[in-house]
C-alpha cells in the first residue's frame, strides 16, 4: 500500500459525460501528479500540481483539467467523454517536487466511456 | 526531448533463470533513470533509481541496473526470478530540473515454472 489513494475504483460513463476522479496523497506530500494508462498511447503524464499550484503540465487535452485543494487532495476532472478517453487513470505524489524525490503511485482509476 | 526505449513487449523465463529487460534513453543530458513494476490491478511501485555516481545500482526485490552513458542503457537485471516477479516493468527517464516522467512502453514478463 503506498498510502495514496484514489476513488472510484471503477467508473463506466457515457459518451460526452462528465465526471471527477479524487486522490488523496500520501501524508505529508505536496506534490501530485497524473498520469494516464491507455493501451495505444502507453503510460502518460498529464499534469502536476505543487501545494495547491500547477507546476508542469504534459499530453493533457483542453476537456481535462486538475486542481489540488488546501487540504492537498486533488481531483481530475474529464469533460465531453469520448470513447478514447478510457483508460486507467494514476495518481501519484511526492513529498516535494521534482524527479529526485520519489513518486508514490496510487491504484488507479479504471474508466470506461461507451 | 526526452523519450524511451524498451524494446521487448513480453519476455517469458523459467522460474531461477536470470532475468535483463531492456531499456534505451534519448535526452541530452545524463537524466534521472528509473524502474517501475506494475502488478496487475496495482499501481506503479519503485524498484530502483539512478541519479549519478555508482552506474550498477541496486533496488528493491533483489533487482539492479546498469548505467551505461556509452549505449543510453539502464538495463535491469535479476539473477534468479521467482514466480511472484511475473509483472508489467516500466522504465521511466526525468529531467534533473523538470517534474514529469516519461515511460517506456512497459515489458510484460511472464515466468513459467
Known amino acids: 500500500d503506498s498510502g495514496v489513494t484514489q476513488t472510484p475504483k471503477h467508473l463506466i460513463t457515457a459518451t460526452g459525460q462528465r465526471v471527477t476522479l479524487r486522490c488523496s496523497p500520501r501524508?505529508?506530500?505536496?506534490?501530485v501528479y497524473w498520469y494516464q494508462q491507455s493501451l495505444d498511447q502507453g503510460l502518460q503524464f498529464l499534469i502536476q500540481y505543487y501545494n495547491g499550484e500547477e507546476r508542469a503540465k504534459g499530453n493533457i487535452l483542453e476537456r481535462f483539467s486538475a486542481q489540488q485543494f488546501p487540504d492537498l487532495h486533488s481531483e481530475l476532472n474529464l469533460s465531453s467523454l469520448e470513447l478514447g478517453d478510457s483508460a486507467l487513470y494514476f495518481c501519484?505524489?511526492?513529498?516535494?517536487?521534482?524527479?529526485?524525490?520519489?513518486?508514490?503511485f496510487g491504484p488507479g482509476t479504471r474508466l470506461t466511456v461507451t | 526531448a526526452q523519450s524511451v526505449t524498451q524494446p521487448d513487449i513480453h519476455i517469458t523465463v523459467s522460474e531461477g533463470a536470470s532475468l535483463e529487460l531492456r531499456c534505451n534513453y534519448s535526452?541530452?543530458?545524463?537524466?534521472?533513470l528509473f524502474w517501475y513494476v506494475q502488478s496487475p490491478g496495482q499501481g506503479l511501485q519503485l524498484l530502483l533509481k539512478y541519479f549519478s555516481g555508482d552506474t550498477l545500482v541496486q533496488g528493491i526485490k533483489g533487482f539492479e541496473a546498469e548505467f551505461k552513458r556509452s549505449q543510453s542503457s539502464f538495463n535491469l537485471r535479476k539473477p534468479s526470478v521467482h514466480w511472484s516477479d511475473a509483472a508489467e516493468y516500466f522504465c521511466?527517464?526525468?529531467?534533473?530540473?523538470?517534474?514529469?516522467?516519461?515511460f517506456g512502453a512497459g515489458t510484460i514478463l511472464r515466468v513459467k515454472s
Open positions: 521511466a527517464v526525468g529531467h534533473p530540473h523538470g517534474n514529469k516522467l516519461v
Open positions: 501524508s505529508g506530500d505536496l506534490s
Open positions: 535526452y541530452g543530458a545524463t537524466p534521472y
Open positions: 501519484a505524489s511526492s513529498v516535494d517536487t521534482g524527479p529526485s524525490y520519489e513518486q508514490y
